[in-house]
């Protein structure tokens, strides 16, 4: 007995849908049926994923497409070849072009265009006139290729209804299908799906009622069951398979063709790749570059890759024809045919990366190249793509967005009634991205009580629920660029941004059918390289692009290895920091590793420790064979990348390269259950049967699985590693220059302007506040002497729009203003604006007014011109109004720019300190391992990273620097509510030393923060009673 | 010389939700919304203790004081509870209003010597509101100003100055006691104008130039150099009777009795006015300061004591007068012109009005015992049904469009089948000793148990079959269970219902 069951829905038809499509397949493969049709509502965007699962099920997937034609009819589609599939694509594109997102609005009208070759299977309700009127419809509009489905609802009167919408259809001639409606894969997930109706009617399920799906049984049923269930129309049975013969379309055949950049696209990227090689190395092309070109260009022939470079290239070509900063990143850009095409600045035989490595030519899938633009300017990249391919032939990829433990605890407990605060209660036991979700123990803990009904089955459906698909949304900036018609080859539409488009297929989906896809990201670090580049040029007529910074300058190193990496790209994090002095990087593949190291993957896998002892040479390079001596060589036989994981897979797991892929996304995904349990034992089975100890097969599998959420690729790590340098150095050498250049990129990076400007200042760079007649809107530079200084813009005044600043500067031009009056009345912004301006301090510098003098002042003058007023202004008496303390006019800095150049707030407290025997930020670099000691600070960052076991990382400032403190746990909970209320904080503890890196791990902490307000009341900093010394 | 009370209740919107003996570990705080970021508008003791502000974020205040409970803030409630305040504390002085949103104002001038000083009022006050689990700061000063300025930032909770000597004390207070909108506030602070002494004497123009009329007029409120009088609440003009008790009501014969010689009092006063009550509203003020009301809707406009007094002593019961009555007030709040007039026999013939008849059937078998039937979106068939109010709208709920029985038999009562599993209806059935062959029968409709509510039903499934009889009778039998799985149920046969 063959049975297709025609109509399922997958999770896809978000929030209708509760079952994925690999497990609708998997039990339909147990169950003995021979076919799925997937039919989502207006959509194709779980196709993908439905025909990768049936393949390995070994199920056939009948392509479909649910539609709710607007008159009032429901109809299933499948298209028969590719001809009629083109024309469902379209056909859904014009429904989502004209429902908006989400939505896909379709007619008869619409139908009757896009008909041929396409089965259609009407859903009737009741067998009423409308039935029979649609049945007139269908069989009019998809004449010999009607159908109608009989399904049982399970509701009163079941019998009666299938013997009179069956009587209607042979009326009309129409044949009829069974189909059983599936929502969901097995019985026991109906209880899911009345949660995510909940959660897309946004109610409880106790005010649910007749929303919750009400035709009962929607789960796949065995091809016996169907039989004896419809013992009374076999031929509608049997007709299931007439669909499976008649619709042989396959998304195997959809051929994807790049788009055409030249008529012979290998010939053309030989040539440009010479004319580029030749420039990029005027005095000739080394031999080993000449080489390198030549197998790779070879590789690529072979391959049939030219097109997609020459597509990057030429994107590559039009932001340097703006004059856009950009980088390329990814497995393929790691080659000298891109370093010569100018896509990446990265020196192949320099990084000592082999392009062979990244393109597999066994795997056959498409090369990937991302690249990174300016933050600010890349929309216009985006814009010429789609303009210069063609917006039929250009979309952005989609992203899946999911449900995390978050999101899912959020939307099941309110579906089942808990309160807000119980859910953010227990959601603040998972941190952000976690996938993993609260469970009853961690319920308990909290003081809920685990037992209570509701909570527990909110607890259970939010674990189901993680991984549900919740909506599709763009992807930052992945294209698909076709060169026949894009809404051929699947549906399109519009994004929620103003003149962009999307399809409604991911990046893995893209990846399985062999799409071509190039990645144009934003990146603010290359924004604020372009700043820094540009005022390298224009102050010092240095003239540079990012692949002719110097390489390998042993002054950025000495630099880098003393982790003074604020502000610089990656490097900069505390974790990263805390690594730099003992990793020591001496070139530019330690920063590769450098990059790659502190990432969640290697720190969970427990990588770093092993690598770092191997590289200080304290224990032993060993490789547990010759094999994969090979791949691990390179990281002294440690995995860090995310392709070393892989093969390891490969080599010594005996993984096909395939089969590492699929292990790599099955940790990639979301629902980490079951299949991962299946690579486990494929795994270490694999190890072990190749002669490797069952230990380190079970630690390889640990460590594998660290990486496939958070593993670094090498090439990545590359691009990555290059912009790292490239700020260092520019940092290094050109230190008034980065500062400037961060500033005005700001906000971006983990420090704020006032770390900024205080590391440029250690730094002997003189910075000047910001002035009524001097700065511009960013920061720009002043000629001092022989050196730049940095003169802070209005763009540090906080509250002072760009359009009024620009008015300002506009009226400023050549003559500066005479006085705050002066200033109005010249730029005709309002006085509000010009308030701001004076709580800056800004008419200090030129005009040596004091702040609230300036304020007094500008108060006084009114928007709405009063002539009396203007008139008794000039001889209004005087008011007396109090000066502000030199610890007032800190923190009044502080409160209108976020810095101060004067002093910073502590110092006025150091006496105060002194007497109370609490140390220096300074001292506790100085004391010695095991100090103990006191410290008192500013708190610039609290931390808690998620790799971390709940310890939480406080950074403290003072005027003399940085103290770094380590508060584990139950130290935290103690003084929760002084961590989480102090601006000023004292904590005691004990002094760690490892080498340069020093923490302080701490016992207790006070709250301080009364002692600051009183600094707004002092005159002077405090000078130091007496040191203390620590070491 | 006035004499000018403002009490200050810092805490008004979570006390006047939870009184004070609730619990002192129970952590509460009300959450609003400030733009887009969700914040802590008022906090009980206990999370105070823990650190949370108002103003604070909510997210921040859920790390400090783990266990929260939070509430919406309804600052709507907060000013008509504020209004009811006021109208309670009349109770001093005739003039007495909310000072929205956060305090009283009571106007004293001559009425303190009824209550033995002005230190005794204040002691009374303060007392009273403290035992109600309020929080309150009180100042009594010549100007309103100054009183309230004083209430919210004098050292002591309790802070009376002497008549004529308010001025100098308010010279060390912050600018922030002068009520002024946070814009004033901020540009004060910048000039380092700080305390209402640098404001005192300064030059007056310079400061209205620069901060508007607002600041002097604050200022010379302060300082009592303009009038600025309290617009006393007071109830609307309407007929009522009241009585106080100053040993407090508990027993029913007793508030009968008081109820009684309240109706004739109005009764008597609406006599002198040719007025009819519509509607008698009676207010039993309880001694914990809630106020119980009961609204008596008439059909026409009476002044008949005796029936009226029946029809609200009918109603008496509805009243839990807690630890007694303090006070009783009876308010005819809709009243009518009454003219005694003969019934015309000519009138048209109106939609018949069922309100009287369901007031009078009400008010004889309770009103719990009348009611009739609304649909529930529910399947499962016991939970299809509630009762509502007679006249309360079905809610735009539909009756669902399948038959559904006549009757349900609750529970529902076992019988013994033949039948064939698992997609038939039984051949035959024995219910209650006789058996019935089933001549026709239509199903199954397979209802799921409502995982939600128990964990019995998580899995739950009901076969239901309509099924007649060879007589023509109709029955509603159902199966536990889907007839294959036993998860789903035991698989035995019930009858629930019966068809007309």
Known sequence: ??????????????????????????????????????????????????????????????????????????????????????RLCRLLSVGKARGGKGQCVLGWADMATHAEGMLAVLVPDEADDACRHNLEQIAAFFPGRAYLALTLRRRPGDALRLHRISTSAVEAGVPTIVTNDVLFHASERRILQDVVTCIREGCTIDEAGFRRERHADRYLKPPMEMRRLFARYPEALARTQEILERCRFSLDELCYQYPEESPNPQQRLEELTWEGAAARFPDGVPADVTAMLRHELGLIGRMGYAAYFLTVHSIVRYARSQGILCQGRGSAANSAVCYVLGITAIDPVRSNLLFERFISEERREPPDIDVDFEHERRETVLQWVFDHYGRDRAALCAVVTRYRARGALRDAGKALGLTEDVVAALNSQVSHWSRTAVDEAQAAELGFNAGDRRLRLALELARQLIGTPRHLSQHPGGFVLTRDRLDELVPIEPAAMENRQVIEWDKDDINALGFMKVDCLALGMLSCLKRSLDMLAESKGLRLGLADIPTEDQAT????????????????????????????????????????IVRPGPIQGDMVHPYLRRREGKEKVEYPSPALEKVLKKTLGVPLFQEQAMQVAMVAGGFSANEADALRRAMATFKNTGTIGNFRDKLVGGMIANGYAQEFAERTFAQLEGFGSYGFPESHAASFALLAYASSWLKCHHPEIFCAALLNSQPMGFYAPAQIVRDARDHGVEVRPVCLNASRWDCTLEKAGERFAVRLGLRMVKGLANAHAAALLAARGETPFSSPENAWRR???????????????????????????ALWALRGLNDVPLPLFAQAQTNEPGMPLPPLSAGGEVLADYAS?????????????????????????GDVHRAKDGAFLEVAGLILVRQRPGSAEGVLFVTLEDETGIANLVVWPDVFEAHRRTIITSRLLAARGRVQREGEVVHLVVRTLRDLSVALDAVGEMDAPELRVHSRDFR | MSRVISVFLPDWPIERLAPGDAGPDQKLVLAGHDGRRRIVTAVNAAVRRAGVQPGMAMAQAQILAPGLAVRPADPAGDEEGLAKLALWALRYTPLAAPDQPDGLVLDVTGAAHL????????????????????????????????????????????????????????????VAALRLPQKIMDGLHK??????????????????????????????????????????????????????????????????????????????????QAAGARRLDLFFHRVDHAVLALRLGLAAPRQDA????????????????????????????????????????????????LAPLIDTLASRVGAHNLYRMAPVESDVPERSLRRIPPLAPLAGKAWPSWPRPARLLSPPEPIATMALLPDHPPISFIWRGVRRRVARADGPERIFGEWWKRDAELFAVRDYFQVEDETGARFWIFRAGDGENTATGSQAWFLHGFFA
């Open chain 1, 557 to 596: 190193y000495e630099m880098i290895r003393h982790a003074d990496t604020i502000g610089v790209f990656q490097i900069e994090s505390r974790a990263q920091m805390s690594m730099l002095p003992r990793l020591k990087p001496k070139t530019f593949y330690d920063l590769v590793i450098e990059v790659a």
């Open chain 1, 827 to 853: 730029a005709g912004m309002p006085v509000e604006a010009l308030l701001h301006l004076a709580e800056a301090d800004a008419f200090g510098p030129s005009l040596g007014l004091q702040r609230r003098q």
């Open chain 2, 191 to 272: 000039l380092g104008l700080r305390r209402i002494g640098d404001l005192a004497d300064a030059p007056r123009a310079p400061l209205t130039r620069r901060f508007g009329p607002e600041l002097q007029l604050r200022l010379d409120q302060a300082f009592g150099r303009v009038a600025e009088p309290v617009a006393a609440v007071a109830p609307p003009n309407v007929p009522e009777a009241a009585r106080d008790f100053p040993e407090p009501l508990t027993a029913p014969e007793a508030l009968a009795n008081h109820t009684g010689q309240l109706v004739e009092a109005l009764c008597a006063t609406l006599a002198t």
């Open chain 2, 115 to 174: 209550w033995g000083g002005e230190e005794a009022l204040v002691a009374d006050l303060c007392t009273r509101l403290a035992r109600r689990g309020i929080t309150a700061r009180a100042a009594l000063a010549d100007n309103r100003g100054a009183a309230h300025a004083l209430a919210r930032f004098a050292a002591n909770p309790t802070w009376l100055t002497r008549p004529g000597n308010s001025g100098p004390v308010l010279l060390s207070l912050p």
């Open chain 1, 1 to 86: 007995m063959n049975y297709a069951e025609l109509q399922v829905t997958t999770h896809f038809s978000f929030l209708r849908g509760a079952s994925a499509p690999e497990e609708l397949f998997e039990e339909a493969a147990r169950l003995g049926i021979s076919a799925l049709g997937i039919v989502d509502h207006g959509s194709l965007a779980g196709i993908v994923q439905a025909h990768v699962a049936a393949k390995a099920h070994g199920v056939r997937l009948v392509v479909g497409a649910r539609v709710d034609v607007a008159e009032g009819a429901v109809l299933l589609l499948y298209p028969t070849d590719r001809a009629a599939y083109a």
């Open chain 1, 897 to 921: 720019a976020g810095l101060s150049l004067r002093a910073h707030p502590v110092s006025f407290l150091r006496g105060k300190l002194c007497r109370e025997g609490i140390a220096s930020c």
């Open chain 2, 306 to 353: 005796p029936r009226l007094a029946r029809l609200l002593r009918e109603r008496l019961e509805e009243i839990d007068p807690g630890f007694g009555i303090e006070r009783l007030v009876l308010r005819a709040s809709w009243t009518e012109p009454f003219t005694l007039h003969q019934t015309a026999a000519l009138e048209q013939h109106a939609a018949p009005d």
